[in-house]
C-alpha cells in the first residue's frame, strides 16, 4: 500500500510541475476559441485594393489536433486553412482558391497581442513557373491576429 501511495503522489508531483505550454500549443488553443460562424469585411492589401464581404467558418477535427478555418462568399466554400502544431512549431496549409497549397511555419507568436507570423515554407500543386519552396514567391507570409 505504501508503495502505492507513493506512485500516486510521483504522478501528481508530475503533473504538478509540467512543462508550461509550448507558445506554438497556447497559439493553437486561442485559435480553437473561434470555433464558430463570424462575418466581416476582407480588405485586399499589397498590389490589389478593395474590400468584399467574407464569412469564416472556425472548427476543430482531429481530436483537437487541428483548426479549420474554412472562407465562405454567398455561402460558398471558397478556401480553407487548416491550423495544427508540429511539435514546438505551428504551422499552417492554406487550400487556395488558386488549386495550389501554400504551407507557412510561425516565425513569431505574441499572445499577449494576439499575433501570429507566418512564413512561407513551401507549396503543392504550383505551375511550373512557380518556385516550390521560393521566400520570395507570392505567398510570402501572413499574420493572424486572434
Not at 471558397?78 to 512549431?89: C, E, I, L, N, P
Request: glycine share 8%.
Amino acid at each position: 500500500m505504501a508503495r502505492r501511495a507513493g506512485s500516486f503522489a510521483a504522478i501528481a508531483l508530475a503533473f504538478a510541475f509540467a512543462a508550461p505550454e509550448s507558445p506554438a500549443a497556447a497559439a493553437l488553443a486561442r485559435l480553437a476559441t473561434l470555433t464558430g460562424d463570424w462575418k466581416g469585411t476582407a480588405v485586399w492589401t499589397g498590389g490589389r485594393s478593395g474590400s468584399y464581404p467574407m464569412e469564416a467558418i472556425y472548427s476543430t477535427t482531429g481530436a483537437g489536433s487541428a483548426v479549420v478555418e474554412t472562407l465562405t462568399q454567398d455561402g460558398d466554400a471558397v478556401m480553407s486553412t487548416v491550423y495544427h502544431a508540429d511539435g514546438a512549431d505551428l504551422r499552417m496549409t492554406h487550400y487556395c482558391g488558386a488549386r495550389n497549397q501554400p504551407r507557412l511555419k510561425a516565425s513569431k507568436i505574441d499572445l499577449a497581442s494576439g499575433a501570429i507570423d507566418f512564413a512561407f515554407v513551401d507549396a503543392t500543386n504550383l505551375s511550373s513557373r512557380m518556385p516550390r519552396t521560393s521566400p520570395d514567391s507570392k505567398f510570402g507570409s501572413a499574420t493572424r491576429t486572434i
